[in-house]
């Protein structure tokens, strides 16, 4: 979270918008709350230039819950979805829709990804978290692309022609974890499986405007103060000149190391958000993530799953964070190389 966001959630925490007692005491039926999701929900519109045509949810169960209520909302009377397999998290995706469909495993050839004609929609990872890899967005598909952009979105522009849902779990560039943000495209609703909750179905969720049940009152709250800091940034293209010049920084300095730090992601699908790398062996890993922490870097340890080193770029992370890393890594190599 942006130092600026906390401080003004700190100073509001007691009394919001002078009304003489908090935001976790404000009923979200009132005016006040209703007023601050309609302003929370068009600064996301501006900021992304959603179409009219999509709508924009604040739902809960975190990514995660998207895995199944994608197909449960979506599948209609196709009994097929096709999935990319680009690392971890999609795979994650994939587990979850062969509970509700036959999964085609889709490629991407020069930025097109084929289909079969009886599918539903076609999902993608646009950065995988774990692995440190992120597609190009100037794909395009024969069926609706649903994109699973938790752990990049509100970091580069998005074409919405070939889009027909966005989610993004809100941990990474959004706020608090739990709130998930779903951008839904108009005429995909209605479509749901008899037996999805009331309060995870889309079309429900839109009629009511996120109101089916008690949203996240909070997170929308930090979310909408999140949203503004952007703005004031300089907006979504700003975020992805900064992402672009601050992976380049780290990035080179692997490049230059002489195989001593190594990526394996080819360098056009290298992630901007996630720096994932190894170094020669198991023991100079931990001490380099001791060290790190030693000189204030902290969380450096790659995923459980695939060990090495994973740095983690997103947009509240300081410019300060990124450099003190690139230097704690030359002088590291220095001494142990
Ligand atoms: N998708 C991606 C790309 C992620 O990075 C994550 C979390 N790291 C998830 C899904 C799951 O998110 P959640 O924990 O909010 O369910």
């Known amino acids: 979270m942006p130092e600026e966001v906390i401080l003004q959630a700190q100073r509001e925490l007691p009394d919001w918008d002078g009304q003489g007692f908090s935001l976790l005491e404000t009923p979200f039926s009132g005016v006040k709350f209703k ?104 794909l395009k598909a024969s069926t609706p692309l649903i994109v699973d952009m938790t752990s990049d979105f509100l970091v580069r522009p998005i074409d919405f022609e070939p889009i027909g849902l966005i989610y993004a779990g809100a941990q990474k560039n959004i706020g608090p974890a739990g709130l998930t943000i779903v951008i839904v495209r108009d005429d995909l609703l209605g479509r749901a499986h008899a037996l999805t909750p009331t309060v995870l179905n889309y079309t429900y969720q839109v009629e009511a405007g996120s109101l089916v049940n008690t949203p996240l009152t909070y997170s929308i709250y930090l979310a909408n103060l999140v949203f503004q800091w952007i703005g004031h940034q300089g907006g979504i293209t700003s975020m992805a000149k900064r992402s672009q010049t601050r992976s380049a920084m780290i990035y080179d300095v692997i490049d230059a190391s002489e195989g001593f730090y190594r990526c394996d992601i080819p360098p056009d699908q290298r992630s901007r958000m996630n720096l994932c790398f190894k170094l020669p062996d198991e023991p100079l890993t931990q001490l380099f993530i001791d060290h790190a922490a030693w000189s204030g870097l902290v969380n450096l340890k790659g995923h459980v799953q695939k060990g090495g080193i994973r740095a983690s770029l997103y947009n509240a992370m300081p410019d300060a964070g990124v450099v003190a890393l690139a230097d704690f890594m030359h002088r590291f190599r220095k001494q142990y190389a």
């Open 35 to 138: 007023r601050l999701l309609g302003r929370t929900r068009d600064t996301l519109r501006e900021l992304l230039k959603i179409p009219d045509h999509f709508h924009i949810l604040f739902m809960h169960g975190g990514a995660s819950a998207q895995f199944s209520l994608v197909p449960l909302n979506l599948l209609g009377d196709s009994k097929c979805a096709a999935y990319v397999d680009s690392g971890y998290w999609s795979r994650k995706a994939i587990h979850e829709a062969h509970r509700y469909c036959q999964v085609e495993h889709a490629a991407i050839a020069e930025d097109y990804i084929h289909t079969s004609t009886n599918t539903a929609y076609c999902h993608i990872t646009s950065n995988e978290t774990a692995d440190g890899l992120q597609l190009s967005l100037a």
